[in-house]
């Protein structure tokens, strides 16, 4: 219980956000600066990890992309919570077989966490990736943003609505060091700006993504200046769920989010009804939002799948199948994960989006 006692030190109660960003991101016990937390020996796996064909596939769509906007001669590429590298490693292999896109490319990461920035740049190994900490290191030219399982990890507050009042959710330690919730009365900022979201409107618990918002402002603004896009690829709900999506991770096992504190993953669903709302308001052009499994069927993954499969033995073949399945089964990620593209330039056609 050391660790929890170093997030109460300077306060007596931290906000539900606060609390998650010290667990997850503090420096020196944060998970994501402690542990590995990707692959069968980490405690979760990500789309990249699964199947070299969901990063062929973002590849695939990055270029079409840059042929929408023109072929420009200078194109910035910027992921977003690049993990453990997986996902740009094939990208970066993809890019050379398209030699005029590959010479237009500048690849960035943006990555807080230094440990996984080591990881990182150990498993790609690149001199033509740039790893920024601030949207302005970012070159002049159209731009592309893109993440996958990005915005689930950034921490979230939560509010409850009890008729016309707005109460916020506080952790803190009780006498025997057990952390406790209460609610304390909403900041008026905080509520006029969550009443500025219709999509909130019959909510009584409300997931509020005020720092998400707050990273996605800067992207926004770098793509009013470029012209752009981001692309973001996370699991989430369409309809509010008038409850905590709070969940824990270790080990590939859920987790109560206050056990293994700091070893464990703790994230939050996705409002992509919100999330879209966000955008709009911020003047830029969303497409409908579509599942991964819609996405991926429409770049080609089942066609690219039995092209490769033609080549392998049955094992092979059945191990390449398994993986596939997990990415489109509506009852594994194909539903749950969607896919929203928000954007600043007049083509509006886009692949895999009617």
């Not at 990555?111 to 498993?123: A, D």
Request: with cysteine.
């Amino acid at each position: 219980m050391k660790t929890n006692l170093n997030f109460f030190k300077k306060s007596k109660s931290l906000s539900v956000d606060n609390f998650f960003q010290n667990v997850l991101y503090d420096s020196k016990f944060g998970y994501y600066n402690l542990k590995h937390p990707f692959g069968a020996k980490g405690d979760f796996i990500t789309a990249p990890n699964i199947s070299k064909l969901f990063c062929e596939m973002i590849a695939i769509w990055i270029i079409s992309t840059w042929e929408n906007l023109g072929k420009p001669k200078k194109l910035n590429i910027v992921e977003l919570g690049p993990g453990d590298g997986s996902l740009i490693k094939i990208l970066l292999k993809v890019f050379q077989k398209f030699p005029e896109f590959d010479s237009s490319k500048q690849i960035y990461l943006f990555e807080i966490s230094k440990f996984l920035k080591k990881m990182q740049k150990k498993n790609i190994k690149s001199s033509k990736i740039k790893w920024i900490q601030n949207f302005n290191q970012i070159g002049k030219g159209p731009i592309i943003f893109f993440g996958n399982e990005f915005f689930d990890a950034i921490p979230i507050k939560q509010f409850k609505k009890r008729g016309k009042n707005f109460f916020e959710k506080f952790y803190y330690l009780d006498k025997n060091f057990k952390i406790k919730e209460n609610y304390k009365r909403a900041l008026n900022t905080d509520i006029k700006y969550i009443k500025s979201f219709r999509s909130l409107k019959n909510s009584k618990f409300i997931e509020f993504p005020k720092l998400g918002f707050k990273e996605l402002n800067k992207i926004i603004k770098k793509i009013k200046k470029n012209n752009g896009c981001i692309l973001l690829i996370d699991y989430g709900y369409l309809k509010s769920r008038n409850k905590s999506t709070l969940q824990s991770i270790y080990k590939h096992k859920k987790n109560h989010i206050f056990n293994n504190l700091t070893k464990a993953d703790i994230t939050a669903h996705v409002n992509f009804a919100l999330l879209k709302e966000f955008f709009l308001k911020n003047n830029l052009k969303v497409k409908n939002i579509i599942t991964q499994k819609d996405f991926l069927s429409s770049l080609g993954i089942n066609e690219r799948a039995e092209i490769i499969s033609k080549k392998m033995k049955f094992s092979e073949q059945s191990n390449l199948y398994f993986r596939l399945k997990r990415l489109m089964e509506p009852s594994q990620m194909g539903s749950l994960f969607k896919v929203i593209l928000a954007y600043k330039f007049n083509n509006n056609n886009f692949y895999g989006f009617k």
